[in-house]
């Protein structure tokens, strides 16, 4: 490790051959993530040659190449989208202020707890999907995967190269304790509950990386508006991969529904059982899944009253998405938003003050986003002729966390009893009966240009290479 050439091994724009303190202490943590990687990465992996995209710079022609590589040899680079000369901070008490190039010391903790809060969420992904390598629907979708897996990796560095570079032991500590946590352990779980939640078949991996891979966008979003700039660059950068990670989510799930559709139209079928006999996934069931996604994801937002978000964007710290395209004063100490909460057995708005309600108001913007994805699958199914039409529940549906956690509602927003819950549940959230025939598909497809019976194959294929294409070289 001493003799490492850092710009050749670690990609990056932050003159890590020059800055022998940062290198002092990559050179502790470094082999303790190929370790993990080896543990805790994507399972029987290790040899195969895959098409990968490696970020090598920072500019928007040619920000990445393409080429076969083992994932242990893959180069995780560290990026911070280029500076913006004069950036000040644009939101809270401190806006109109210069942007900080170093920690404010009263502001540390609550910046070192949001990048230890997200650098979390990189890892435990991977550690959820570690074992779906194993079911691939395709060599396409194999190598997406893939893809999804190493830039996870890559945001993890992103993450720990902050904590490195400016918070000292703590910073240190904190970076190997993100080693340390895994997905679903019973001891040191990952902090945030949506990632200890299994990912067990490729259905749940494209809605995990529609929806949930969706709030890690926002969250970017809002860390990218941060008056701490080497925070905001990086974020800023991390978004760029973000974008294929939901791509594969929202194209994952139109080709399940394309080829269910295809089937349903083919045998003039629509009932379920029917539709599962010819070995692909109803409808209904990817209703459910979508229901289960969508509402596990929308807990990550926090409780819909904060404090903390508060705090954190009053400090310039945090803002909300898009903030600088905001038509407001940025400061919002007179600002009011309508918050849901129950009054006489119904859901009602309320008039909160903006400031602590800043948690869902990013929610609500990641509802309108993740809405609008699923009018594209709609329009598949609509495409074909049928009826059947896919929705996001309501906000407050299944709920673990906020005003809503102990309550039951349904669907379509109505609180119902726990008798009534119970009687419907299996209708909107996946069943063992429902994952145990999913998991029943899943078989693994590794011939070029082949695809499982349940998707249908992409329109395109990676980097303009055809779909038949060899993504991944078995060695």
Request: net charge negative; aromatic share 10%; hydrophobic share 35%.
């Amino acid at each position: 490790m001493s003799t490492i050439n850092y710009n050749e091994t670690i990609p990056n724009n932050v003159n890590l051959s020059e800055d022998k303190t940062l290198q002092r202490a990559l050179e502790q943590w470094q082999p303790n993530y190929l370790n993990w990687w080896r543990d805790m990465g994507p399972d029987n992996s290790s040899g195969h040659d895959i098409y990968l995209r490696t970020a090598i710079n920072v500019t928007p022609e040619g920000w990445a190449s393409f080429d076969h590589v083992k994932m242990p040899d893959y180069r995780w680079g560290i990026f911070l989208a280029q500076a913006e000369e004069g950036r000040k901070v644009n939101f809270g008490e401190n806006k109109g202020m210069n942007a900080w190039q170093e920690v404010p010391g009263e502001h540390r903790a609550n910046l070192r707890r949001m990048i230890v809060t997200q650098g979390d969420t990189e890892p435990a992904s991977v550690e959820q999907q570690r074992h779906l390598g194993l079911t691939a629907p395709s060599q396409y979708d194999l190598r997406n995967l893939f893809q999804v897996n190493v830039e996870e990796g890559r945001h993890l560095w992103a993450m720990v190269y902050l904590l490195h570079k400016h918070f000292g032991r703590d910073g240190r500590e904190e970076a190997e304790a993100l080693l340390q946590r895994n997905s679903g352990d019973a001891d040191k779980p990952r902090i945030l509950e949506a990632f200890n939640e299994e990912t067990p078949d490729w259905l749940a991996f494209y809605m995990f990386t529609y929806f949930t891979d969706r709030d890690g966008k926002f969250q970017l979003c809002a860390l990218a508006e941060s008056g701490f700039d080497p925070l905001s660059r990086t974020c800023r950068f991390m978004l760029t991969e973000e974008a294929h990670h939901m791509f594969v989510g929202e194209s994952g799930i139109s080709r399940v529904i394309a080829r269910t559709c295809e089937v349903m139209k083919q045998y003039g079928i629509e009932d379920p059982v029917q539709v599962r006999a010819k070995g692909v996934i109803d409808l209904p069931t990817i209703q459910r899944y979508l229901n289960f996604h969508f509402s596990v994801t929308i807990d990550l937002f926090g409780a819909d009253q904060s404090s903390n978000a508060a705090t954190f964007y009053s400090a310039g710290l945090k803002g909300r998405y898009e903030e600088t395209k905001r038509d407001d004063d940025h400061v919002l100490k007179d600002g009011h938003y309508k918050i849901l909460e129950i009054n006489n057995g119904v859901l009602a708005e309320k008039e909160m003050p903006m400031l602590n309600s800043l948690n869902e108001v990013l929610r609500d913007d990641y509802i309108r986003d993740a809405v609008s994805g699923i009018g594209r699958w709609n329009r598949v199914i609509e495409k074909a002729g049928l009826n059947f039409r896919l929705a996001a529940p309501h906000k407050a549906f299944n709920r673990h966390i906020g005003a809503f956690a102990d309550i039951k509602i349904s669907p379509d927003g109505k609180i119902i009893s726990e008798a009534e819950w119970h009687a419907n549940v299996r209708n909107w959230l996946p069943s063992e009966e429902d994952r145990a025939y999913v998991a029943s598909l899943m078989g693994r497809v590794i011939e070029p240009g082949k695809f499982a019976n349940w998707i249908a194959p992409p329109p395109v294929g990676i980097n303009r290479q055809p779909i038949d294409f060899e993504y991944v070289r078995f060695n």
